[in-house]
Structures are given as C-alpha cells and as structure tokens.
C-alpha cells in the first residue's frame, strides 16, 4: 500500500457509508483525503476524527447536482495539497418504486445526482489530471445495474448510464487518465433502507441489510486496490457483494 501515502484523493457522498468508511481507510494509508458532502456537520467529524489520528484531510460542503460545488472540492485539493490524484464519485441516491407508480420527482434526483453528480465530477476533475498528465476517475456504481429487479429499474438505468459513459471516457483516454467502475452490493449502510417510501418496505430491506450485507470496509478495500496499482495498471470493474447475495 506504499503506492497510496501521499495520493490526494477528492470523495463525494464522504458523509457517511461507503463514502465515509472509505476516507479513513485511504487515510490511514496514508492519502490525503478531500471530502465533500451535503451534511457538513458529519464532514466537520470525519475529518475530526482522521486528524486526531495522524492523517490528513479538507472537507467541503458539495451538493454533487451543482457543478459549481465539485469545481469548488477539486480547487481546496489543489489549493491546500498542490495536485489531485484521485476523485471518488461515490455520492448516489436510490428511490426504489414501480415504473408505473410515475415517481418523476424521484427519477429526476436519481438522474441529476446519479448521473450528472458523476459528470459534473469528472467535467472538474479532467481538467486537473490532464495539466498533470495523470488522474484516476473512481465511480461507485451498483450491482442493481448488472441484475435488474422490480423496482430498481430506473435506479438500475443511472447506474448503467455511468457504466456506458466509463467505458466510452476509458477508449478515449491516452492512459493517463485511468477510470475504474465499483459495484457494491448489500453493505451495512442505512442507503438501501433510506431509498423506499412504504415501511413494509423499508422492513424487508432492513432484514435483508440484517442478514446479509458486508461491511463497508469491503467496498473502501477495493477502492485501495484500484488507486494502488502501478501507474500503467488499470483496474476496469470491480463487483463485490455478499457471497449470499443473487
């Protein structure tokens, strides 16, 4: 893991779950973590809570479907650490319903933070990367995108969108730029449960969370094997999931 102290890396959705578990693991290896969020309260105590143990890290207040705000995260990278090495788009939302029970609010925040967040973070990011003639683009996807299931369907749709557009930003890239897609299955996080209306359903997805879900660590471990590869070593597509999962 060598390969990762010093990286600086820019994490959306840095909050809490995935986004959160996966900045102080990248700071107890040493990067130096850049976190943005919607929530500064539970910013302001992550980055807390690495410095005090030995690490380092910024955070700012990112509202990922505002461009403005993932230009403003990856310029406190450049600005407090002198280069970006890495940005993490991982900030996503799940409003789980029937297509035909015509959520359209839901469809349009799913769209604007699942797919335009990751855009709006890739559009800040590239310019950086490209001056420095290298970069690595980190998408936290889904495996709802890989096996589509009732109720996921539109959920699904953002998430492959995000795979379409990786794998057209990875042919046109010269190989300075590297991009790696991660699905995470069920993981112990309040996301799935947090993304249905009905209580019944949020009961089912609670015992399924309960029974079966992997530790966000899991999810934060594959990011650190991505960025830590050698600089001509592209990781593509990562899945991970309980091994009970469908």
């Known amino acids: 893991m060598q390969?990762?102290?010093?990286?600086?890396?820019?994490?959306t959705g840095a909050s809490s779950g995935i986004g959160k578990v996966t900045a102080i693991e990248l700071?107890?290896?040493?990067?130096k973590v850049v976190l943005g969020a919607r929530r500064t309260?539970?910013?302001e105590m992550t980055v807390e809570e690495i410095r005090n143990n030995g690490g380092e890290a910024v955070f700012s207040k990112t509202d990922v479907s505002n461009k403005t705000d993932l230009v403003r995260l990856v310029n406190l990278a450049v600005e407090k650490f002198q280069?970006?090495?890495?940005?993490?788009?991982?900030?996503g939302v799940a409003r789980l319903s029937?297509?035909?029970?015509l959520d359209v609010d839901g469809w349009d925040e799913m769209i604007d933070i699942?797919?335009?967040g990751v855009l709006y973070g890739m559009a800040a990011a590239i310019p950086v990367f490209k001056h420095q003639q290298s970069g690595h683009i980190v998408n936290i996807i889904s495996t709802s995108g890989i096996k589509i299931s009732p109720t996921q369907g539109v959920y699904a749709g953002t998430k492959n969108a995000v795979r379409t557009i990786a794998e057209a930003f990875r042919q046109e890239s010269d190989g300075s730029i590297r991009i790696t897609g991660i699905s995470p299955g069920y993981i112990k996080t309040d996301f799935?449960?947090?993304s249905v209306k009905t209580e019944a359903m949020k009961t089912s997805i609670a015992q399924v969370v309960e029974q079966m879900a992997i530790d966000p660590k899991a999810v934060a471990n594959?990011?650190?094997y991505a960025i830590s590869q050698p600089n001509d070593v592209e990781v593509g597509d990562i899945v991970i999931r309980p091994a009970r999962q469908d």
């Open 3 to 11: 390969s990762i102290k010093g990286k600086v890396v820019a994490i």
């Open 27 to 31: 700071a107890q290896h040493g990067a």
């Open 41 to 43: 309260e539970q910013l």
């Open 83 to 91: 280069k970006l090495d890495v940005i993490i788009n991982n900030a």
């Open 98 to 101: 029937r297509i035909d029970n």
């Open 114 to 116: 699942n797919i335009k």
């Open 192 to 194: 799935a449960v947090k």
């Open 222 to 224: 594959a990011v650190i």
